[in-house]
Structure formats: structure tokens, C-alpha cells
């Protein structure tokens, strides 16, 4: 640990310290953080894909298809556009338009409220809109629940239509939408579904997604050489290449940097930053209430 005393006055973690007061400690240290978020982070305060959540929501997919969990049913694939859409205008309401507050979301942003960070998320609910973020410093790189996009990907365009979700929601019937609801590209006549990305055709990636990736590199590149302090928050190893490992790669080239993973399970840690590396394995939620101020 010797590396890391050298950088940060919390390192290493006293044996008396919690690891809420350690992760204060570290915030109130750094020079600049950025902070990955993943579906834990959703979980830890309520926003779980399993459970009475999902069952209460599609007890007639489930029937259907034995389904296991929103997420496996989310790229799933339908029998046509009508039960594409009647599937993915409940899950829409569900994780976006009516998707209430996050109390732990809350208590992040209160922590950051004087702090220099930028958040990058894989999660592409509505969480960071509801507790009020201040969204220039959000990369949303999967995509969001309330866009769409062409399901051809012809243009790099994305749209929304609330009101034609919730008609959806109100007039669907045995797992269908009314024909006349579905949505067509106004490019190419196909199909369009919800805006988040595909391990295949990738993702419609427009001037907000862009504008949103250049203000992220933006602030990696103008405090690449201060003390960062790169937070993953319950981030797993389902898509690792778009925060676990460049938050690793960013440790291991800069030396003043400390990576500190918030997740339940211990996942591989490269062996060059494994001084550079602490996991707080408290629940996420209750973790970060005791850091927010009151």
C-alpha cells in the first residue's frame, strides 16, 4: 500500500474507519472524480428487474415465454411489432416515464453538489433525470428507455412519443397493440423500437448522444493528470468495456489515481492496480445516505 499513502490520506482504510466514512474521506480528497454507474446502482434503491416489480408488470408475458427477469425479456425476441410494443410500452412506463424518484440517486447528486465530476452510466432509465442531475455531466452511453430509433439504424436520428407510449399501455390487448399504434422510421418504413444498444447492430448514436460522449472526454482529458478518483457503483461484468476496464486502464496510467469499486461480489482485479483498488461491499444504498449531507 505503500503507492497509495503517498496519494491519499484514507489509505490504507483503518481497521475502526466504516466504509461510508472512507468513501467521504476519499470524495474530500480528490481533484476530480468520475463515477461509473451500472444496474446495481438501480437495484440498491428499489429499481430491481426481478421480483414483484416484474411479476406485477408482465404476469402475461411470464406465462407466455417463462420469462426470468425484465432484462432478459427486454431482448427478447418478439413474435411481432404489435407484442414488440406491447411489451416495451409497459417496460417504458415502468423504468422511465413513471419511474418515481431514487433515493440513493438523490444522495449522490447532494454529494457531488460542490464537487468536480462527470458520470458515466450504462443504465438507461429515467434515474438521473428524476433526481435531478444536472445532465451535461451524464454520459448516458447505452441509450434511454424514452427515445427510439430506427430498428434498421438507416439515420443516426432518435425520437420520443409519450403520449403515443401510454396509448399503447391503455389500448393494448392480448399482448398486442393496435396495429394503427405501431411506430414506423419516417426514413425507411421499418419498425422502430427503443433507443438502447445492441451487441450486433450497435446503436443510434445522434447529436445528443455525441454532444453528451465529447463533455465526458472533455473532463477525462482536463484532469487526466490530477488525484481522480474513479467510482464504480454497482456496475457487474455484463458489458465491463464501457466503464469497468477503461476505469481500470485509467488507474493503471496515473499513478495519483485510486479506482473504488461499490459491488456485493468481487470481480477480477488487474494485478498493476490492486494497490490502487478498495471495494466497499456495503449495501450501496445505505452506504451512500451515510456520505450525503442532511
Not at 44 to 64: C, S
Not at 235 to 243: D, K, L
Not at 249 to 266: A, E, H, I, R, Y
Request: some cysteine; overall charge negative.
Amino acid at each position: 500500500m505503500e503507492q497509495i499513502q503517498t496519494h491519499w490520506k484514507a489509505l490504507p482504510m483503518e481497521s475502526s474507519m466504516s466504509q461510508a466514512d472512507f468513501l467521504h474521506q476519499v470524495i474530500e480528497e480528490a481533484e476530480a472524480i468520475v463515477i461509473g454507474i451500472g444496474a446495481g446502482m438501480s437495484a440498491a434503491t428499489g429499481f430491481t428487474y426481478v421480483g414483484k416489480r416484474f411479476t406485477d408488470a408482465f404476469p402475461d408475458f411470464i406465462a407466455k415465454y417463462r420469462f426470468f427477469d425484465m432484462l432478459q425479456a427486454s431482448v427478447f425476441d418478439f413474435e411481432d411489432a404489435r407484442e414488440y410494443w406491447a411489451f416495451k410500452s409497459r417496460f417504458s412506463l415502468l423504468n422511465f416515464f413513471d419511474q418515481p424518484i431514487g433515493q440513493a440517486y438523490v444522495d449522490l447528486r447532494q454529494m457531488m453538489s460542490d464537487k468536480n465530476y462527470h458520470i458515466i452510466t450504462t443504465n438507461a432509465d429515467n434515474a438521473f433525470y428524476a433526481a435531478e442531475f444536472d445532465m451535461d455531466k451524464v454520459f448516458r452511453i447505452q441509450g434511454e428507455y424514452g427515445l427510439w430509433q430506427c430498428s434498421e439504424h438507416c439515420h443516426q436520428q432518435t425520437y420520443h412519443d409519450e403520449a403515443l407510449i401510454r396509448q399503447m399501455v391503455r389500448e393494448q390487448s392480448d399482448m398486442k397493440i393496435p396495429a394503427n399504434l405501431v411506430p414506423y422510421c419516417p426514413k425507411c418504413g421499418a419498425v422502430m423500437e427503443v433507443n438502447k444498444r445492441d451487441e450486433v447492430k450497435g446503436m443510434v448514436e445522434d447529436d445528443h448522444f455525441h454532444e453528451q460522449k465529447a463533455r465526458y472526454e472533455q473532463f477525462l482529458e482536463e484532469n487526466q493528470a490530477k488525484k481522480i478518483l474513479f467510482l464504480e457503483i454497482g456496475v457487474g461484468h455484463t458489458t465491463p468495456q464501457f466503464i469497468k476496464h477503461p476505469f481500470q486502464q485509467m488507474t493503471k496510467g496515473n499513478p495519483k489515481s485510486l479506482f473504488v469499486t461499490m459491488n456485493q461480489k468481487d470481480y477480477f482485479t488487474p494485478q498493476e492496480i490492486l494497490t490502487q483498488t478498495v471495494r466497499i461491499d456495503d449495501d450501496i444504498a445505505s452506504v451512500l445516505h451515510s456520505v450525503a449531507p442532511e
